[in-house]
């Protein structure tokens, strides 16, 4: 095993991190020494990120930012920015495709930005990679893993022996259980598309197969193998993606590369729901990242994201966001009135319990509690030189995990005391949407009132209802 030494020459414990393949907990070790690569699955363009979407986001940009501190990292999060929801976006709305893409592209790096999340070091898009894609499809042809059926490419799974091995599914189980329709030009219905025809009216490309485009799980494959290589460190993504997607990915790579593993260690975050349910758009449940960065501050909804371990569910909810705005408020007191330079603060040592916390695959909740605990040392102390000491470390600290950003002083500027706070009036209204739709006008208009009284006018439109302080 490889011993770590931090910058006073201690030992330091390897990062453990939660390999879904391995099913347990793992030390962490790159394949080359001192360099590491790391590929997360990226947002399909056709609208705005939900919040859902944003916790792959955040949690992979933390480890992203552990990681460097230890090593040379090589981060890709892709693009997919060819897709069928892309296709129908652009039909309903009678734009064209390259304008939605672009839109959304843009959207999603400015609302991840908002949320501390720094941009990756490559980020491939898709429709930028179609010959990569068609290569490494006719490679699997060649090597008997893929045939080719009325213009369509699928892969024979059961070329494969282990197919199901990252899932945990056995696919003769799986296809004796398969109830869907197989499609004619499948040999079995977990057989997937590499490439399908494209009719005129939608993008496509031309190939050995004729015009089409590519299946998603081979995007991702072979933007891997461009930047990262045929082996990759880590791959991350929700937990949804572990099958079909990430069983695909792994099945793809390998048979193209004789066997090479595909990814050493397999990180999956687990999900988010809204107020205990599952968010979907027929319930009409959805937030947006870039609606709630419009009144809520980015690093209280990223510390919310963070405040549960991110193989937990996290249930997302008003409280959720006033307990991050109040945690902020607490380490943004500890370090208000102590003038720290920007030097001090990178200069800081990080406490080891802190990043011990971390580097137990991400234990955020552990880390935070370190966090608190700084905090009130800081409280205590009365003398300057710790004082200062002490907010080096807690800035220090905050800027791993990407809070603390802002000046104290902005931070609490405009909030006079018991105002009332963005995330308890954007609660109030959510709980008044709900209200009037379950015709419970009266609860509505009581929180209506409730919000008149605390000097909060509200205003209903076509996109939700917005709200001000009145002057
Ligand atoms: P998509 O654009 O749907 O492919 O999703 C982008 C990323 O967000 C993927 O890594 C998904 O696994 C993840 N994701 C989608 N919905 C949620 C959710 N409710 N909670 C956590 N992660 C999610
Ligand atoms: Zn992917």
Redesign the pocket.
């Known amino acids: 095993m490889i011993a770590f030494f931090d910058r006073s020459n201690r030992e330091i414990m390897a990062l453990q991190l939660h390999d879904t393949l391995q099913g347990k907990k793992v030390a962490f070790a790159p394949l080359v020494e001192g360099e590491v690569t790391m590929y997360?699955?990226?947002?399909?363009v056709y609208n705005y990120?939900?919040?859902?979407?944003?916790?792959?986001?955040v949690v992979f940009d933390l480890l992203a930012r552990l990681l460097r501190r230890r090593y040379k990292l090589t981060f890709a999060r892709n693009i997919?920015d060819v897709d069928d929801k892309i296709n129908a976006a652009s039909i309903e709305t009678g734009k064209p495709i390259d304008e939605i893409t672009a839109r959304f592209i843009a959207a999603y790096n400015e609302d991840m930005g908002a949320l501390g999340v720094r941009p990756p070091d490559v980020e491939p898009r898709a429709t930028r990679h179609i010959g990569e894609m068609i290569t490494m499809i006719e490679t699997l042809i060649d090597k008997g893993f893929a045939y080719v059926a009325e213009e369509h490419v699928l892969f024979d799974v059961s070329s494969y022996e282990k197919y199901g091995v990252l899932s945990k599914r056995d696919l003769r189980e799986m296809i004796a259980g398969a109830r869907v329709e197989v499609a004619p030009y499948k040999k079995v219905a977990h057989d997937f598309v590499l490439w399908k025809p494209s009719s005129p009216e939608i993008p496509g490309w031309d190939s050995p197969w004729g015009r089409g485009r590519p299946g998603w799980h081979i995007e991702c494959s072979a933007m891997a193998k461009k930047y990262l290589g045929e082996t990759i460190d880590i791959h991350?993504?929700?937990?949804?993606?572990v099958f079909p997607h990430h069983e695909n990915e792994s099945a793809q790579s390998c048979c193209a590369h004789d066997g090479a593993p595909f990814a050493r260690y397999w990180l999956?975050?687990?999900?988010?729901?809204l107020d205990k349910t599952?968010?979907s758009k027929s319930l009409g449940n959805v937030l947006l990242v870039h609606d709630l960065i419009k009144t809520i501050p980015g690093e209280v909804i990223r510390l919310a994201l963070l405040s549960a371990h991110y193989r937990q569910p996290?249930d997302w909810s008003a409280e959720t966001l006033e307990a991050a705005r109040r945690m902020l408020d607490r380490l943004y007191g500890a370090v208000r009135g102590v003038a720290v330079s920007r030097k001090a603060r990178t200069a800081a040592d990080i406490p080891d319990a802190f990043l011990a916390a971390l580097e137990d695959d991400l234990n955020t909740p552990k880390a935070l509690a370190e966090l608190f605990g700084l905090a009130r040392a800081l409280n205590k102390a009365t003398d300057a030189t710790t004082r200062k000491t002490l907010a080096a470390q807690l800035y220090a600290c905050g800027d791993l995990i990407g809070v603390l950003g802002d000046d104290p002083d902005a931070w609490f500027a405009g909030r006079a005391d018991g105002e009332m706070s963005a995330a308890d009036i954007e609660a109030l209204i959510s709980e008044r949407t709900k209200a009037r739709a379950a015709r419970d006008f009266e609860a509505a208009d009581a929180v209506r009132d409730q919000l008149d009284a605390a000097g909060i006018s509200i205003e209903d439109g076509d996109g939700g209802t917005s709200w001000r302080r009145s002057t």
């Open positions: 997360l699955c990226g947002p399909t990120a939900h919040i859902g979407n944003a916790r792959p986001a997919t991350a993504g929700g937990q949804d993606l999956h975050n687990g999900f988010l729901s599952k968010m996290l």
